[in-house]
């Protein structure tokens, strides 16, 4: 009823009717399909050696919310993770369910990994449960007047912890805080697969699965401190994880230049890029400008002056570690507020390489696109990124649509179009920080266009520019429908609308699966008046 247009509250409802849609009954059990039907013939023996026969404990029989019951017929858990938003608007039991269901016996792994999808299960996701967990409870505690539930917000944090755990003793390859995880759902954005044996050998050091985890730790620190105001042996959690993340921060804080080359910052072109370490020792910067280097942007939290007051444990520890660690203390922003006292900032970005990392984002020739923030640089259009291996040369090239690589069976693309749940989390990110710096701390936006913004109206652009999306223009078409003009016309199709796996960088139309409400339906919390929480 808030909204500005009628266009508007008809693209939400239709969005959160696709959610709803996509809701479906999965029934998988693996220990029976290792073993084999009763009465039938045994299944061959490579079974049990084969794709997801390690996931014994895993007996799904529940209702689940699908990426697209079409096309995606089987949960994927990052995809889930992103649904819960949009869900807990309308459904924040079912919401609240979901998240804690993917984190159950008979759903995560004795070791703490959370199922990814039917297809392969040790795949590994972005860790963005707890960040969902976390919104989740905001957004309920505000439709409930202030009253979070807390109940949900520890149970599901305890199963968190083993999953933060299992992440650490198994993506930190060197024990530096710099993490591998191989295509964490990004697919086909790399020179190669990330997630199969590497063609040179050796392994990756990642900007993206390193930012996940620093935004991890944030996320589960913030959790224990919400936790910590009702039961103050949580304040010694948090304080593991405010160290934790200020380890990955200094691993992630090392510059790359000829005489230092094992931070992932580039200096030159002041952009974060994946390391290839070869077997030889030698590190090779992948200097591809894709969203796994603008991911570091995620790992973003304030501390008000005010929670650190009610928690003296865990201010206390952290105005030691301040004072006795210096290497580690200008990691941290604080801004003196008058008659407040501190607020402090967390992020593996402060002013400087912020401001140079917003700069290439908001440039339209390479990431910002009138519908939003491409996964790959538009600069690779003409400058296709080549490495050259045993005499093969490897090629990232930017692809606005469909992809033109059969890698990962060519059905998805991350080297062109704009994807919902990365823009959505770019758009929080960039809300928290212009908490922190407020009206004063400017971008130019669109680069190079004389016009300078706030953080939290750069914000509100890209929001924007994902909604025209779905939006009739000036015309009364649908960029959504730009490659079905018929539909753009036809008084019984034209107000019904398609929610697109992923978008054409260049002009925004819908492309992949169809039907996919899943993480698109983020556009229903986007079309929202926002108000703090």
Known sequence: KDMASADEQRVQRQAFAGMIWNKQFYHLDIPRWLAGDPGQSPPSPERKRGRNSEWGNLNNADIVSMPDKWEYPWYASWDL????????????????????????????????????????????????????????????????????????????????????TWWVNQKDKSGKNIFQGGFLGLDNIGVFDRSAQLPTGGFLHQSDGTSWMAMYALNLMRIALELAEHNHVYEDIASKFFEHFLGIAEAMSSRYNDDDDDGLWDER????????????????????????????????????????????????????????????????????????????????????????????????????????????????????????????????????????????????????????????????????????????????????????????????????????????????????LRQYPELQTDPHYQDYIPFYEYFDGDNGRGAGASHQTGWTGLIAKLLMPRTDG
Request: glycine share 6%; charged share 25%; aromatic share 12%.
């Open 81 to 164: 993770a992103f649904h819960c938003i949009p869900f807990a608007l309308i459904d924040a039991e079912f919401a609240k369910h979901q998240l804690v269901l993917l984190t159950r016996e008979w759903y995560m792994h004795p070791n703490g990994q959370i199922p990814a999808y039917e297809w392969a299960f040790s795949d590994v996701n972005p860790p963005v449960h707890g960040w969902a967990a976390w919104r989740v409870f905001q957004i309920d505690r505000k439709q409930n007047g202030g009253s979070g539930d807390l109940e949900f917000l520890e149970r599901v944090f305890h199963k968190l912890m083993l999953n933060f």
């Open 269 to 480: 072109d002041q952009f974060f890029y994946d390391v290839l370490n070869l077997p030889d020792d030698v590190k090779v910067r992948l200097r591809i400008r894709s969203m796994v280097g603008l991911i570091p942007l995620f790992a973003v939290e304030t501390l008000e002056p005010e929670l650190l007051d009610r928690l003296p444990g865990f201010q206390k520890r952290l105005e030691w570690l301040l004072a006795h660690r210096p290497d580690l203390a200008k990691l941290v922003s604080h801004w003196q507020s008058p008659g407040r006292g501190k607020r402090r900032l967390l992020s593996l970005l402060r002013g400087h390489r912020m401001k140079q990392l917003l700069r290439r984002m908001l440039d339209e020739s390479e990431f910002l696109s009138d519908h939003g923030v491409r996964a790959l640089s538009r600069a690779h259009f003409d400058r296709p990124y080549v490495l050259r291996i045993d005499g093969n040369d490897l090629t990232v090239r930017y692809t606005s649509a469909e992809s033109d690589s059969r890698q990962f069976g060519g059905n998805s693309n991350w080297r062109g179009p704009i994807w919902f749940p990365v823009n959505f989390l770019i758009i929080e990110s960039l809300q928290k920080f212009h908490h922190y710096y407020g009206d004063d701390f400017k971008v130019e936006c669109p680069t190079g266009s004389g016009i300078f913004l706030t953080i939290a109206e750069v914000a509100n652009e890209l929001s924007h520019r994902l909604s025209r999306i779905f939006l009739k223009d000036a015309s009364g078409n649908r960029p959504v």
